[in-house]
T-cell receptor, first 113, second 117 residues
Framework: AQSVTQLGSHVSVSEGALVLLRCNYS??????LFWYVQYPNQGLQLLLK??????LVKGINGFEAEFKKSETSFHLTKPSAHMSDAAEYFC???????????FGAGTTVTVRA | NAGVTQTPKFQVLKTGQSMTLQCAQD?????MSWYRQDPGMGLRLIHY???????DQGEVPNGYNVSRSTTEDFPLRLLSAAPSQTSVYFC????????????????FGPGTRLTVT
């Protein structure tokens, strides 16, 4: 079974500072990995996904994530935070043989002016 | 394409009442699923379907029923609502065809916020 751990339920950053959101997964084989963003009172939007091609994955809105098999991690970064990045972020994993997603508990990002 | 649509957006029920949350998608996706979102718990899978006539239980299926008579629709039924079912419910869909770069990416609806008193 797949599982995901997101370290830190809340992250506060200054505008222009680095955003780093941590995600570790548990899987017996390399899975598919996803980061989703949820703005207040909205559904989930895919930021980026890892499908076993490049280990450094670029997504929308300037976000990227690096798949590190040795560390079973898929941390999300953005070099310079904008006020519009304030949202909740979810890491999710699925087995390659399955369609079901397992989500982390989420990390809420606030951006200080 | 409307994508994944859900109705209603908001609903208040009394304990013991029943209701159906509607979900529809126009992307011809085979896979559809229902999640509930509770603070600090992420999204948890309730039920899912890999095609018309096929459904299966997820992580938290108790108190919920589903059916899949068409590819487009996947309604979620609460048989006898309980306060523990107060949550935000999301429907999602995905193609099951592993085309290049597909990776079973799921598309989410806008959610239904349900309160049970």
């Amino acid at each position: 079974a797949q599982s995901v751990t997101q370290l830190g339920s809340h992250v506060s950053v200054s505008e222009g500072a680095l955003v780093l959101l941590r995600c570790n997964y548990s899987s017996s084989v390399p899975p598919y990995l996803f980061w989703y963003v949820q703005y207040p009172n909205q559904g989930l939007q895919l930021l980026l996904k890892y499908t076993s091609a490049a280990t450094l994955v670029k997504g929308i809105n300037g976000f990227e994530a690096e798949f590190k098999k040795s560390e079973t991690s898929f941390h999300l970064t953005k070099p310079s935070a904008h006020m519009s990045d304030a949202a909740e972020y979810f890491c999710a994993v699925s087995a390659r043989s399955d369609y079901k997603l397992s989500f982390g508990a989420g990390t809420t990002v606030t951006v200080r002016a | 394409n409307a994508g994944v649509t859900q109705t209603p957006k908001f609903q208040v029920l009394k304990t013991g009442q029943s209701m159906t949350l509607q979900c529809a998608q126009d992307m011809n996706h085979e896979y559809m699923s229902w999640y509930r979102q509770d603070p600090g718990m992420g999204l948890r899978l309730i039920h899912y379907s890999v095609g018309a006539g096929i459904t299966d239980q997820g992580e938290v299926p108790n108190g919920y029923n589903v059916s899949r008579s068409t590819t487009e629709d996947f309604p979620l039924r609460l048989l006898s609502a309980a306060p523990s079912q107060t949550s935000v419910y999301f429907c999602a869909s995905s193609s099951t065809l592993l085309a290049s770069g597909n990776s079973y990416e799921q598309y989410f609806g806008p959610g239904t916020r349900l309160t049970v008193t």
